[in-house]
């Protein structure tokens, strides 16, 4: 049974479209995160709730829209996809904001 | 702000090699240390983690130790084997109100038979 898991794994998009990718985790875990994933590997923290809370936005374009409706879920909305969207979008989870993350398999968008 | 440099990768070794993975941070407070691994097309897993100044983190044949007075958390392991190859991660965290891992850039390793 996976702990955190994303969908879709891969996402194929022209620019300017709207895409989703939705994330759950059933570890009982309070806190959620997105995290960006460039083609260098490099990863940067996008957002995180606490118990459906948002607790860290960091400087992303407003295109980007996290949503969280219950703290087992953590979706990412983005609208009008450009090109450097591109990437892998990694799902994450932790206890009471503490310890380990645990991730997800990642989404790669791809916009063309 | 918290910020981790890891040594520039490539790193392409031989099976049965020593390796040596480094990696330094910056931060304010007493941070935990945790690497973590990327094997090809999966998502990020917790090779090790340290908590406070001297622990040594394990797993796996690799190991860890916190060095506050240095500042560093390199990985070592004494034999590599091809199942080794992926990407490693130095990453740093802070508890508190605004929790989060902080990353380095990240060092590919590839262990050729």
């Known amino acids: 049974d996976t702990a955190v898991s994303q969908t879709p794994k891969y996402l194929v998009t022209q620019m300017g479209n709207d895409k989703s990718i939705k994330c759950e985790q059933n570890l009982g875990h309070d806190t959620m995160y997105w995290y960006k994933q460039d083609s260098k590997k490099f990863l940067k923290i996008m957002f995180s709730?606490?118990?459906?809370?948002?607790?860290i936005n960091e400087t992303v374009p407003n295109r980007f829209s996290p949503k969280s409706p219950d703290k087992a879920h953590l979706n990412l909305h983005i609208n009008s996809l450009e090109l450097g969207d591109s990437a892998v979008y990694f799902c994450?989870?932790?206890?009471?904001?503490?310890?380990?993350?645990?991730f997800g398999e990642g989404s790669r968008l791809t916009v063309l | 702000g918290n910020s981790v440099t890891q040594m520039e990768g490539p790193v392409t070794l031989s099976e049965e090699a020593f390796l040596t993975i480094n990696c330094t941070y910056t931060a304010t407070g007493y941070p935990s240390l945790f690497w973590y691994v990327q094997y090809p097309g999966e998502g990020l897993q917790l090779l090790l983690k340290a908590t406070k100044a001297d622990d040594k983190g394990s797993n796996k044949g690799f190991e860890a130790t916190y060095r506050k007075e240095t500042t560093s958390f390199h990985l070592e392991k004494g034999s590599v084997q091809v199942s080794d190859s992926a990407v490693y991660f130095c990453?740093?965290?802070?508890?508190?109100?605004?929790?989060?891992?902080?990353f380095g850039k990240g060092t590919l390793l590839t262990v050729n038979p």
């Open positions: 994450a989870s932790s206890p009471q904001r503490k310890g380990e993350l645990f």
């Open positions: 709730y606490n118990n459906k809370e948002l607790i």
């Open positions: 990453a740093l965290s802070e508890g508190g109100s605004n929790y989060k891992l902080t």
